[in-house]
């Protein structure tokens, strides 16, 4: 998961320098500073702005490079604070639209560690990031990495709502099976129960012939086979709940009483005992009708509340992807590369329709988290500013 946004670059300020002090004389401390960083001693780093920052509190330069050493050390909490600092402190607009690109950069970080357990919240963090990058727009009109990292956020929403979706189709599918089934099972535990009762009435009823031993052990036999397709049904149930109990699990424990019940109207029928039996079939027959109506039920609560369609982040309004910048460096030592020609697929950025279908085989899952990720990874290019 974290390698990922490895690829991650962060915006980079030019070579910062403690407020006050001269372009021809810079500020020693701060130059040992950066040094530290540019070597890949973030630690030593964060540790020496954080002495320096100290101070000088109101210096925007030392917020931000501080939030770039955290950021690369993964405390995102505390980059984060540190790059609304350096807004907050900031009277250059470009430091300003730097500050608010690295964080929006901090939550597609953050995004990436929500993908698969909690993919709502991801979205939600992606559409704060995709807010960042748009104000980091407003301020520089030209800065190019915020569009194409406001697009990469734009189009792994969309891949996760479309991701979403296609499971919620894919389980509501499953359920309407179940539902099938369950049917088919109450219609064949209906039959037999018709059958026991027959067979009841024949032993209480001297005058009527006795159904025979051969007869009840046939209905034994086909008590079990309703017996093993309700215990394979509610084997399959699983939980699509993601809190708590749903309506598939009230119907698999409906379910699986029924299949206690069956098993012991076989026990009686092989006892060649019909009225136990039909008594035990009875109770199985409403346990299989619970089970159906609590999965109607679910479906009923479920219906309430529609999903949104996927692509509603709300402010999609066709940004072409440009380059992105390389924040890498707090001092900024930046080259030029070109951004992807209008129209032009980048190269990390496979379309959204790329996600798979079987959603609910595992591996076909894991491959899937692998394509979001992928859509996220933005490619560094450095750029002087």
């Not at 021809?24 to 964060?46: I, Q």
């Not at 709502?120 to 407003?138: C, V």
């Not at 509501?172 to 026991?196: F, H, M, T, Y």
Request: aromatic share 4%; proline share 6%.
């Amino acid at each position: 998961m974290k390698g990922v946004f490895s690829q991650v670059m962060l915006a980079s300020a030019g070579f910062l320098i403690l407020a006050g002090a001269s372009a021809a004389a810079p500020n020693p401390a701060v130059e040992d500073a950066n040094a530290l960083y540019r070597a890949g001693r973030y630690a030593e780093a964060l540790e020496a702005y954080t002495t320096i920052g100290a101070q000088r509190p109101e210096s925007a330069e030392l917020h931000f490079n501080r939030g770039a050493a955290q950021f690369r050390l993964g405390d995102l909490a505390g980059a984060r604070e540190s790059f609304e600092a350096a807004a907050l402190h900031a009277a250059d607009p470009l430091l300003q639209a730097r500050s608010a690109y690295n964080l929006g950069n901090c939550g597609l970080s953050e995004a990436e560690g929500l993908l698969q357990e909690n993919p709502a919240s991801a979205i939600e963090t992606l559409r704060r990031s995709a807010a960042y990058y748009k104000d980091a727009l407003a301020r520089d009109p030209e800065f190019d990495d915020a569009a194409y990292n406001l697009e990469v956020a734009r189009r792994t929403i969309r891949a996760i709502e479309e991701q979403l979706q296609q499971q919620q189709e894919e389980q509501q599918r499953q359920r309407d099976e179940v539902k099938e089934k369950l049917e088919e099972l109450i219609e064949e535990q209906r039959a037999q129960n018709a059958q026991s009762a027959e067979a009841a009435e024949q032993q209480q009823d001297p005058e009527r012939p006795d159904p025979g031993e051969q007869a009840m052990n046939e209905m034994a036999q086909d008590q079990q086979g309703t017996r093993e397709k309700t215990e394979e049904l509610s084997e399959g149930m699983q939980s699509q709940g993601e809190d708590g109990k749903d309506s598939l699990d009230a119907a698999r424990e409906h379910a699986e009483a029924a299949a206690r019940k069956q098993r012991d109207a076989e026990e009686q029928l092989k006892e060649q005992n019909a009225a136990a039996a039909n008594e035990a079939q009875q109770e199985a027959l409403e346990e299989l009708e619970k089970a159906r109506d609590a999965m109607e039920e679910g479906d009923d609560s479920s219906n309430e509340q529609e999903p949104g369609e996927p692509g509603e982040e709300g402010d999609s309004d066709g940004t072409p992807p440009a380059g992105e910048s390389n924040p890498d460096a707090p001092d900024g030592e930046q080259q030029e590369q070109p951004a992807p020609e209008p129209g032009e697929e980048a190269e990390d950025l496979p379309p959204p329709d790329a996600t798979a279908r079987d959603i609910l085989n595992q591996e076909q899952r894991n491959k899937e988290q692998r394509n979001l990720q992928r859509m996220i990874r933005v490619r560094p290019v450095e750029k002087d500013w």
